[in-house]
């Protein structure tokens, strides 16, 4: 098919905007589903997506679409809206050429629209503003075009106004994109150049990568080479997503399909490599993309029924498909061997936690995420350290720099005191307030990503009463007024229970936890004390009393010297048994250093 007659673009919008059933809708309409196949959030394939209504990966889809006696060939790709999966959504557009900004009728311009929209202009991709759920009773239409005319410049008049769920205005938006959005570059006089923008794992047919073609073609029993990992094969299959596998025999030039070459490997396939034909390769790789940056990381130590090697070959099958995940070997006294894994948000972590689980059959156990920091020591070298336990004495150390992010807050106007008094207790920085309409407002702040990873969107949400949303981006790292803080579970230092916070707040911090390990580390035959150090110093102290079994039961009347006599033995056993009692710490006891709460 000549490239004047193919359309690659992807959906971006805030969460719950309506991405997932404007494809299904779009999949209808051409004729690419039949009435049997149809099913809500069709393109969401996994369990995980389907329980929570989101989107995680990226998914591909190939469409027919019949315009004035003309086929075209639509390539969608629907992506998150979670900020968490932002990194998914950046190698959609690396795919596409035009992209469709889906926007709430009833809700406008969220925190996730204006971030997914500034990635679609660094892209250098054509945007189709769209108004999604006219149909709501709730829905204000002509506002939220004032509000993209005021956000993005996008003409009031030209955004598209549909209801996806009941189909209103699909069709002409099916329209717009062959009218409005630019077809790829014909390059298909050029050698093989194709960009891997996904893979998955098979069972039986190893890894399937997804692919964009941008120049040549690639056909069945090709011999191409992946041009980072330098390594040949020879292509077994070609195919397009009409959603389920459809196998063709060659991708010509602005083609989205999917690609098997006997790929056993996990490691063999990096997403954002070129693959290339062997006998006469592209002179240079396509731009692939920046490697994300994780910012929160937490161990995962074998559950029960669960042994290292098992947990170790579940990782390396999930790596292949989320390129924003990483993870390393760890050795913990009280845990055994685990693995310290890296993520992009609190949300990605749980995912990747269920998956794990669902996904391998498997057990885990995982301590309570941090953040990562960087030290200039004396030195002068500059380390990054993703948990308390890796930074070294305070007299190697010249300066201790932590995480700072730009947050884009979008509220309400009536919530903006109370939002406020809550930023500036995380220590956030007010930048520049925006007004988007007279009852929508956009907070600008400078924060420290620590304080505002863990619990701020629920209470943010609670505070708004559910309108507010929030969006990230890291900036960079900065020198701040930190120490460690350990925690003393029977005078031993417990390494997954410490951690890093701001000076201000440090011994303050230390108190209100160790009152929550004490509720949380159940009572053991001996007395245990959980102490607080900053430092060498004891700040804080809490104690768990012992059981005590009445061990004077037995006596009935006789001399008093009897009962102290059998006390007497009581206390010293317990002594004993507590210089070598080993204290069992409940899972709980882990996450409650996440809880900030009173």
């Not at 598209?160 to 209103?168: M, W």
């Not at 940056?293 to 995962?300: R, T």
């Not at 693995?339 to 948000?345: D, E, I, S």
């Not at 949300?347 to 941090?370: F, G, K, S, Y």
């Amino acid at each position: 098919m000549s490239t004047e007659h193919i359309r690659n673009f992807s959906i971006i919008a805030h969460i719950d905007h309506g991405k997932s059933t404007l494809a299904d809708r779009m999949l209808e309409l051409t004729g690419t589903i039949t009435a049997r196949q149809k099913q809500d959030q069709l393109l969401d394939n996994m369990d995980l997506e389907r329980e929570r209504g989101i989107t995680i990966k990226a998914s591909a889809v190939t469409m027919n679409y019949q315009h004035q006696g003309k086929t075209y060939m639509l390539n969608l790709i629907d992506t998150p809206g979670h900020v968490d999966f932002h990194y998914e959504v950046s190698r959609a557009l690396a795919a596409c050429e035009g992209a469709l900004l889906v926007v709430d009728a009833s809700q406008g311009v969220e925190a996730q629209t204006v971030a997914n929209a500034y990635l679609a202009v660094e892209n250098n991709v054509e945007l189709l503003s769209v108004i999604n759920k006219v149909d709501l009773p709730a829905a204000d239409p002509d506002r939220v075009a004032e509000e993209i005319e005021y956000v993005f410049g996008i003409g009031a008049n030209e955004c598209f106004k549909i209801s996806a769920k009941s189909g209103l205005g699909v069709e002409e938006l099916l329209e717009a994109i062959v009218t409005f959005l630019p077809a790829p570059e014909d390059k298909s006089d050029k050698p093989t150049a194709a960009l891997i923008f996904d893979s998955h794992c098979d069972q039986y047919r190893g890894v399937i990568c997804y692919v964009r073609v941008f120049a040549g073609c690639l056909n069945i029993k090709q011999k191409v080479r992946f041009m980072r990992s330098d390594k040949i094969y020879t292509i077994t299959e070609l195919g397009k997503f009409k959603p389920e596998m459809n196998a063709v025999d060659r991708l010509g030039t602005g083609e989205v399909g999917y690609l098997i070459a006997n790929i056993r490997e996990l490691a063999d396939v990096t997403i954002g490599d070129t693959i290339t034909d062997y006998t006469e390769p592209a002179s240079k790789p396509l731009p692939g993309y920046i490697a994300p940056m994780q910012m929160v990381f937490s161990d995962f130590y074998p559950g029960n029924n669960t042994d290292y090697s098992k947990l170790r070959d579940a990782f390396d099958k999930l790596t292949l498909n989320d390129a924003s995940f990483s993870f390393s070997p760890q050795n913990s006294p009280a845990l055994g061997f685990g693995f310290r894994c890296g993520f992009l948000g609190l949300l990605h972590m749980e995912i990747v936690q269920e998956r794990l689980e669902r996904e391998n059959d498997i057990e885990v156990i995982q301590t309570a995420p941090t953040v990562s920091y960087e030290i200039l020591t004396m030195d002068d070298v500059i380390k990054r350290i993703e948990s308390p336990g890796q930074l070294p004495d305070p007299s190697h150390i010249e300066e201790l720099r932590e995480p700072f992010v730009r947050l884009e807050i979008i509220t309400a106007t009536d919530t903006i005191g109370a939002i406020m008094k809550l930023a500036e207790s995380r220590r956030c920085r007010l930048l520049k307030t925006d007004y988007l309409s007279t009852t929508r407002v956009m907070l600008e702040y400078k924060a420290p990503l620590a304080e505002i990873v863990y619990d701020f969107y629920d209470l943010l949400k609670g505070i708004s009463r559910g309108y507010a949303t929030m969006d990230y981006e890291f900036t960079g790292f900065q020198t701040s007024d930190l120490v460690k803080i350990d925690i003393l579970v029977n005078k031993v230092a417990v390494d997954a229970l410490s951690l890093i916070v701001h000076r201000s707040k440090a011994e303050a911090r230390g108190r209100k936890l160790i009152i929550k390990l004490r509720r949380a580390i159940p009572r053991h035959q001996f007395e245990i004390p959980l102490q607080v150090a900053i430092g060498g110093k004891i700040i804080a102290r809490e104690t768990i009393k012992g059981f005590r079994k009445d061990v004077t039961q037995k006596l009935y009347g006789g001399d008093v010297t009897r009962k102290m006599k059998l006390l007497k033995k009581q206390k010293e056993g317990k002594r004993r048994m507590k210089s070598v009692g080993n204290v069992q710490i409940p899972q709980e006891a882990f996450m409650t250093i996440l809880d900030t709460s009173e």
